[in-house]
């Protein structure tokens, strides 16, 4: 690395050492926040203000991550891969989004419709796309379709909204079947789709918009206000699709994510990384 410019003592200039500690700093209180306590999941919010929120699972509580408004208004999915938070967008992109204020960059253009679900699983990045008014499972790693106009048993099109990994599969939640959806679990491998809700039952949650799975459990997110629960955080019991309220923040979530134990050591290590030029620095003073 050789883009710092050295004054002639041999030290850096004070204005990037003091740059620098406060990127160091402002890392390792992100790091901190996301692995305080029981928050272990993130939202990403649509309307006047979008912006990222940490949310307790225990009581739907959210707290703003950057300044209101900071976020990409278009993000309509979240996932963690490697340490990075990806998202889904409503114009058809993949971008990263920076935990320190919530900004995002774009990875790659899928074009076409909007990218409603974005999962990790087995190594592999997936995305659903809507394709003009039905869903295709992509691969978002090699921009592969795995399933192409994803159906029910019953040969009904999928209106799927979030997409989490959950026991060696991909679940989704059907926006328009059943009494606020269904919820189906999809197989990237055997390219199965198979309908998890209880007969005769829905989800309940108009607006599903994220799903998230967080040590063992299901959590849902919603963005539609005449929810009659209210916009807020919800379990969802997987064997039955069930869903009950645990808290509601009034919040329109395009996205939901769980923190994984692995990405807070990988945010750990990045804030590490930023740490050790200082220390080289001070070495050479």
Same mark, same amino acid.
């Given at each position: ?21 406060? $990127? ?65 967008? $409503?114009?058809? !992109? ?11 960059? +774009? ?23 809507? !394709?003009?008014?039905?869903? !295709? ?12 106009? +994803? ?6 099109? $999928? ?26 679990? $999809? ?21 599903? =918009? ?25 379990? +969802? ?6 869903? =009950?309220?645990?808290?509601? !923040? ?13 990405? +807070? ?21």
């Amino acid at each position: 690395m050789h883009f710092l410019t050295h004054a002639p003592s041999g030290n850096p200039p004070i204005g990037l050492r003091r740059a620098a500690v406060t $990127l160091g700093l402002s890392l390792a209180v992100a790091v901190a926040g996301l692995a305080a306590g029981a928050q272990g999941l993130i939202a990403a919010t649509q309307g006047a203000t979008p912006s990222l929120y940490t949310l307790n699972p225990t009581s739907g509580a959210a707290t703003r991550i950057g300044a209101p408004g900071a976020l990409n208004a278009q993000i309509s999915a979240l996932t963690f891969d490697g340490g990075l938070l990806f998202g889904g967008t $409503l114009d058809g !992109n993949l971008v990263t989004i920076s935990l320190t204020d919530g900004t995002s960059q +774009v990875t790659k253009s899928f074009g076409g419709g909007p990218i409603y679900g974005v999962a990790a699983l087995n190594g592999a990045l997936y995305g659903l796309q809507d !394709n003009a008014g039905s869903e !295709n499972l992509l691969n978002l790693s090699t921009g592969a379709v795995v399933i192409a106009g +994803v159906q029910d048993g019953s040969g009904n099109t $999928l209106a799927g909204r979030g997409l989490t990994a959950y026991k060696g599969q991909l679940l989704t939640a059907d926006a328009g079947l059943g009494a606020g959806g269904d919820l189906f679990a $999809l197989d990237p491998t055997a390219f199965t789709v198979v309908d998890l809700t209880a007969a005769g039952t829905g989800l309940g949650v108009n607006g599903l =918009s994220g799903l998230a799975a967080l040590d063992g459990a299901l959590y849902a997110s919603d963005n539609d206000p005449s929810t009659p629960s209210g916009l807020g955080l919800y379990s +969802v019991d997987p064997g039955t699709a069930a869903t =009950s309220l645990i808290g509601a !923040n009034g919040l329109r979530v395009g996205g939901l994510a769980a923190v994984p134990e692995p990405g +807070v050591i990988g945010l750990g290590l990045a804030a590490l990384a930023c740490a050790l030029p200082l220390r080289r620095l001070r070495r050479r003073a």
